[in-house]
C-alpha cells in the first residue's frame, strides 16, 4: 500500500512551500522532471489547478483503478491509513481543507463558509460550516461531528481508538458550537503550527454514536461500508475486492454536482494488469505506481494522456524493532551501510526518470525550505560492504560474509516485505537480498496483500512502502516518528527527539520548527530505524475525453475533485 500518513497531516510542507516538479510520459512538451508531457497534461507542470480543464456533458461513467483492497473504511485509525481508501472516500468524507495538486492546503469552500484563526493566545480557530451543509440522510454537518473526531484522535478520550495520529488533537483545550452548530470555536492549550490539517476527513457523529461508546463507533466505522455521504457522491454497490460505485448524492450541498451516472473506482491489485485494462477500455484512469514498463506501454495506447510527476511521497526501508534481533544497532547500521541506494534507483525509477536521487532526509524532500541532507554523512545507503563486514565483525558477529550469526550464535535471515503485484518493490527487495547476502545475512524476498494489516500487526522485518503525505510537514513528523504514535510501526522510540517533535509542532518561529526537525531526524537517522530510498514519482494516465482529472502528489490522489471529472462533450 502506499499509505497516506494519516491523511490529514504527517511527514509534508508545513508553512513551507514547495513547488509540484512535474514531468510526463506521452507527447510533446518539456518537463524539469526529466520526463515530457502529453496532450492536454503539458501545462499540468505551470498549471496544476487548470490544466485538462473543459466543459463536459451529461452522463457516463468513468472506472478509475485501485492498486489495493479496502481493508477498512475509517481513514482516520491505523489500519484504515491507506492512499486507496482514501481515494475511493474523497467524495463521501468531507475535509475543511482540501491538498490540491499545487501541494498545498486549499479551503473547502463547499463545506466551509470560512475558516479563521481569531487569536493567537490562546490559538483559537472558528471553522464557519456552511449551512446548506448536511449528511445524505438530512442530518446537519456540525460541531457534533468536530466533537466526535477530536475525542477519537486525541488520545485522552478514547485510549482504546487506533487512531492513525493525535497530533494537534491532543493539544486541544476545547470544542464548542454555535449558530445551531454550525460555528466551531477550538482553543488550543498550545500553538499548533498545522492547524489547517485536523478535523478531516470528518465521520458522521450522530451515525457513530448509534454503535456503542467511542471505541466501539470508531472500529464500527472501520469495519462497516458507509451507506452515507457528506460528500458529492454516495457508494451505490460495493462489490468487496473488486470495485465500488458511487453514484450522485441526491443531498449534496456543492456547487459542482458530478455530470456522471456513476464513478467506478475498479480494484486490480496486479500491476502488470493495469495497463491492459486500460488499452481495453475496461477502465479510463490509472493512478499505478509506475515502473518503466508502464511508462513506455501507456505511450503506445492511442487516445490516451499520461503525467508523471514529483509530490509528496517517499519511498523508504524501515526496520520492525519489535524484532529482538533488529534491536542491535551495530547490526542495522550494517543493513543499511550495505544497501545501495543509487544502484536501487538505477535498477527502479531511474530507468524512466534520470532525474530521481537519493532522498537525504525524513522529513522534508528536496525543494522544501528545511531540507538538509542529514543521511549521506552517516554511509547509510552508501553500498560500502567492507564497512558494513567491519561493524558486524566489531559486534562479535561470527560468519561475516558466508553466513551471518549473532554473538549468540543464531542464524541471521529476514524478511524483506514489499506489497504484492508492485515491480519496483520486488526489484527493490531482491535487490538488497544481493547485497545484504556479501555480508553473510539470507533475505527472502516476501509479497503482502494488506499493507496496512501488516504494518499495524509488526508482521515484518524490513519492508519497503511509501509515505503519501498531505502538505503538514511538522504534524507528518510528529504522527510518524512519536514513540506513542500509532504509526510508528516499527517502535522507534527516543525521549529527546519526542521533546523536538513536540516542540516543532507547537512552534510559531517557522524556522525554530524546521530546526527542530532536523535535529530529530539527525538522531532518528543515527539510530538506523528508516533508510529514505527516493521521492516517489507518480503516473496518472486517463483518456483524453475525461476532463477535469489532473495528477495529485498528496494524499488525497487525483479524485481530490472527482466531483468535477466528466466526458468531454465532443466525445
Known amino acids: 500500500m502506499r499509505t497516506t500518513k494519516g491523511l490529514f497531516g504527517l511527514l509534508a510542507v508545513g508553512v513551507a512551500s514547495l513547488l509540484a516538479v512535474t514531468a510526463c510520459g506521452g507527447g510533446s512538451g518539456s518537463s524539469t522532471s526529466g520526463g515530457s508531457a502529453s496532450g492536454s497534461f503539458a501545462d499540468c507542470a505551470t498549471k496544476p489547478l487548470t490544466c485538462n ?3 463536459v456533458k451529461k452522463g457516463g461513467s468513468i472506472s478509475y483503478v485501485l492498486e489495493k483492497t479496502i481493508v477498512g473504511w475509517n481513514l482516520n485509525s491505523a489500519d ?16 475543511p481543507f482540501i491538498n490540491t495538486p499545487d501541494l498545498q492546503p486549499t479551503l473547502n469552500t463547499d463545506l466551509m463558509t470560512s475558516v479563521t484563526q481569531t487569536s493567537s493566545s490562546p490559538q483559537t480557530i472558528v471553522y464557519k460550516i456552511n449551512p446548506d451543509a448536511v449528511w445524505s440522510d438530512g442530518t446537519p454537518i456540525n460541531v457534533d461531528d468536530f466533537t466526535y473526531m477530536w475525542k477519537t484522535m486525541n488520545g485522552v478520550d478514547c485510549k482504546t481508538c487506533e487512531a492513525a495520529t493525535n497530533s494537534g488533537y491532543d493539544q486541544v483545550k476545547s470544542v464548542t458550537g454555535s449558530d445551531n452548530g454550525k460555528t466551531v470555536t477550538v482553543v488550543f492549550n498550545t500553538p499548533y503550527t498545522d492547524w489547517k490539517g485536523l478535523f478531516g476527513p470528518l465521520y458522521p457523529a450522530h451515525l457513530a454514536n448509534q454503535h456503542g461508546d467511542l471505541a466501539a463507533s470508531f472500529k464500527w466505522l472501520e469495519d462497516t461500508q458507509p451507506t452515507w455521504s457528506g460528500g458529492p457522491f454516495i457508494i451505490s454497490k460495493y462489490d468487496k475486492d473488486n470495485s ?3 453514484t450522485a448524492n441526491p443531498k449534496w450541498y456543492g456547487k459542482t454536482k458530478t455530470s456522471l451516472d456513476q464513478l467506478v473506482f475498479r ?6 494488469q493495469e495497463v491492459p485494462a486500460l488499452q481495453n477500455n475496461e477502465v479510463q484512469a490509472i493512478f499505478p505506481q509506475p515502473d518503466a514498463d508502464i511508462v513506455n506501454q501507456i505511450k503506445q495506447i492511442d487516445g490516451v494522456n499520461s503525467t508523471v510527476g514529483i509530490g509528496l511521497q517517499w519511498e523508504h526501508i524501515d526496520i520492525n524493532l519489535q524484532n529482538s534481533m533488529l534491536k542491535d544497532l551495530k547490526l542495522r547500521t550494517a543493513i543499511f551501510d550495505a544497501i545501495d541506494t543509487k544502484q536501487i534507483i538505477a535498477k527502479t525509477v531511474g530507468q524512466f526518470d534520470s532525474s530521481i536521487q ?6 522534508f524532500l528536496p525543494g522544501m525550505n528545511g531540507y538538509k541532507d542529514v543521511v549521506s554523512s552517516t554511509g547509510q545507503g552508501s553500498g560500502d560492504i567492507d564497512k558494513a563486514k567491519q561493524q558486524l ?3 562479535g558477529y561470527t560468519g561475516v560474509g558466508t553466513a551471518l550469526k549473532t554473538p549468540s550464535g543464531q542464524a541471521v535471515q529476514f524478511r524483506c516485505s514489499f506489497t504484492q503485484g508492485n515491480v519496483l518493490r520486488q526489484q527493490t527487495c531482491e535487490l538488497i537480498q544481493s547485497e545484504l547476502g556479501q555480508l ?6 516476501t509479497s503482502i496483500s494488506d499493507l496496512g494489516g501488516t504494518l499495524s500487526s509488526g508482521d515484518y522485518d524490513l519492508i519497503d512502502f511509501a509515505w503519501v503525505e498531505p502538505p503538514f510537514v511538522f504534524a507528518n513528523a510528529a504522527q510518524t516518528w512519536t514513540s506513542t504514535s500509532a504509526s510508528n510501526y516499527g517502535h522507534w522510540s527516543n525521549p529527546q527527539a519526542d521533546a523536538l517533535l513536540k516542540d516543532a509542532s507547537q512552534q510559531t518561529d517557522n524556522q525554530k520548527a524546521i530546526d527542530d526537525l532536523n535535529q530529530a531526524d539527525t538522531i532518528m537517522t543515527n539510530d538506523a530505524y528508516v ?5 516517489k514519482p507518480y503516473l496518472l494516465a486517463a483518456y483524453a475525453n475525461i476532463l477535469n482529472i489532473r495528477g495529485n502528489g498528496t494524499q488525497a490522489g487525483p479524485p481530490y475533485n472527482d466531483q468535477e471529472w466528466g466526458l468531454a462533450t465532443a466525445s
Open 80 to 95: 484504515g491509513n491507506v492512499l486507496e481508501g482514501q481515494e475511493a472516500l474523497d467524495g463521501i468524507t468531507p475535509t
Open 244 to 246: 465500488i460505485t458511487e
Open 440 to 445: 553473510g545475512i539470507k533475505i527472502t524476498p
Open 267 to 272: 480494484i486490480i491489485t496486479d500491476q502488470t
Open 393 to 395: 565483525t566489531s559486534g
Open 53 to 55: 480543464s473543459g466543459t
Open 358 to 363: 537519493p532522498l537525504g532526509n525524513h522529513n
Open 531 to 535: 533508510l529514505p530510498l527516493y521521492p
